[in-house]
């Protein structure tokens, strides 16, 4: 069962630093934005927007930000104690670093992640025990089983830039298609493949990440924020908003993620 330590949101100004001692719980970090540089057993890591990293319980690790310029990532510390799940992170631990296929989904389930831990429901432990092993699947995928090769993962990286430049807009497969010269159904095939995810249900957690920042982090209203992502109208919106968060829009503005942004 894995147990989570602390969940949480970070903000950190330029300077941020974390002095050299054994880790004292497993670690899965995402960097959101900005870059900062890990050592972790010897091993130097740099980390930018994105990337993703897992430090076994009890590695030595450093970390800081020397860039001159803030970062922002969400981290778990938890413990564990089973069998592996099925997954050589948890059954044969070591520090990986990875830029995910997916980074926008991924943060998506750390937000969620941390709004449970910061809950304490009575379902808590469960549901952060689901999406953190799925999280670290997830992870174990990009890391051991990717299953295409590098051109075709270059051709998804260029399709999810396309789409993190233009969500806003409406954005066709046949846009996608000819943005990177090739035909509708093969990269549609290929997208899939690489993420788990079809072109329209990526395009739509893109928006819906962008709304939760929103909802949370400005004073639009619902319908203004439907409007200004692209929606053609505000049920639709508030439709997709639920098919991917759980819960209407109007209810997550109610319920705002506490961020708790960790002291110095």
């Known amino acids: 069962m894995i147990e989570p330590v602390a969940i949480y949101f970070e903000h950190c100004e330029p300077g941020w630093h974390v002095p050299p001692a054994p880790a004292d719980h497993y670690i899965l970090l995402l960097l959101t934005s900005g870059e900062i540089v890990y050592n972790v057993s010897g091993a130097k890591l740099s980390l930018e ?83 953190m092993l799925e999280m670290l699947a997830i992870l174990n995928e990009d890391v051991g089983n ?67 920042d929103l909802l949370t982090g400005s004073q639009m209203n619902v319908s203004e924020i439907s409007d200004y992502l692209g929606f053609c109208e505000p049920s639709y919106f508030n439709k997709v908003f639920k098919k991917i968060t759980g819960i209407l829009p109007s209810v997550y503005v109610k319920e705002k993620p506490r961020i708790w942004v960790k002291t110095k």
Not at 100 to 118: E, G, K
Not at 166 to 179: G, K, M, P
Request: net charge positive; proline share 5%; with cysteine.
């Open 146 to 212: 990717r299953s295409i090769p590098a051109k075709s993962y270059g051709i998804v990286m260029q399709l999810q830039q396309y789409i993190l430049e233009h969500y806003r807009e409406t954005i066709s497969v046949q846009d996608l298609a000819a943005h990177v010269e090739l035909t509708p159904n093969y990269i549609s095939g290929l997208f899939r493949q690489a993420t788990g995810v079809t072109l329209t249900e990526y395009i739509q957690q893109i928006r819906i990440s962008a709304a939760c």
């Open 49 to 131: 927007k994105g990337d993703m990293l897992f430090i076994p319980e009890g590695a030595h690790r450093s970390a800081v930000n020397d860039s001159g310029h803030p970062h922002d990532m969400y981290a778990a510390h938890f413990r564990y104690k089973g069998n592996g799940e099925g997954l050589p992170l948890l059954s044969e631990p070591q520090s990986i670093k990875a830029k995910l296929v997916n980074a926008d989904y991924m943060r998506h389930r750390f937000s969620l992640l941390t709004q449970h831990w910061l809950r304490k429901s009575p379902y808590t432990r469960t549901l952060c025990h689901g999406m």
